[in-house]
Structures are given as structure tokens and as C-alpha cells.
């Protein structure tokens, strides 16, 4: 399987506190919308990492039109994903699996806990793939 990781120069930007303007210009350039789909998704609070007790677990969500499983780096369980990154070819991610990423590089996303039990629940939802 294909790692879908950012470049080191692309992290060391992200990682900035404020995103100067021009930061923003070379990610849409390279991203196009899916960049900014990512930003304002990390922005708007939609990307949720949950904690698994007992086994202590995590799981990576981002809420769109549902919620979509992302395995950082590898999966997302949305169509797009599917049709454009696994058919056709056409991209390597999503822009769920790139706001996964900025999330995580800017800590900005919601820690949820739940339990196992739980999470056995939410994986028949999350595991959908349309």
C-alpha cells in the first residue's frame, strides 16, 4: 500500500502557529480546493481523534457529510478516496485524509473517549464506504 505523508517542508509550514498568506497560496496551488475543504474542516472543529478504553485505541474521524474513518496516512472510507485515489488514479488523498493530517500536525482537533464496546458500535458506521 501507497503512504500518502506531506513533506517535510510542507509539515515544518503547517506547523507554524498563524498560516501566512503565502502559505495558504502554496497549498491551494498544490492541493487546490482540497486544501482549503481541509482547513476549514480542522478549523470548524471536524476532525476528531477518539480514545478507545480499555485497549487504548484511536481512531481518526472527519465529519462531512457523515462521518468518514481515516487511517492517517493510507484510508479514508469516503467515495472519492475510492473512485478517484483507488480506480482511477487520478489523486493520492482525499481532503479527508489531508485535514486529518493538518489537524494532527496543528493539535488542532477534538479528543473524544469512549470504550471498546462503543467503539465496535461506531465501526459499523464509520466502515460505510458510500
Not at 37 to 53: D, I, M, N, S
Not at 71 to 81: A, K, M, N, Q
Not at 108 to 119: K, N
Amino acid at each position: 500500500m501507497r503512504i500518502m505523508s506531506l513533506p517535510q517542508t510542507e509539515i515544518t509550514r503547517l506547523s507554524q502557529k498563524d498560516l501566512t498568506q503565502s502559505d495558504i497560496e502554496y497549498f491551494r496551488n498544490k492541493y487546490g480546493k482540497k486544501f482549503v475543504r481541509a482547513l476549514r474542516a480542522v478549523e470548524e472543529g471536524k476532525v476528531v481523534k477518539y480514545h478507545f478504553l480499555p485497549s487504548e485505541s484511536e481512531t481518526w474521524i472527519v465529519k462531512g457529510r457523515r462521518q468518514y474513518l481515516v487511517i492517517p496516512e493510507l484510508y479514508c472510507t469516503c467515495r472519492s478516496f475510492y473512485q478517484e485515489v483507488v480506480i482511477s488514479r487520478e489523486i493520492n488523498l482525499c481532503y479527508h485524509l489531508l485535514a486529518q493530517r493538518i489537524a494532527e500536525i496543528r493539535e488542532q482537533y477534538q479528543d473524544q473517549e469512549s470504550t471498546d464496546t462503543e467503539r465496535r458500535q461506531l465501526f459499523v458506521e464509520w466502515r460505510r464506504t458510500d
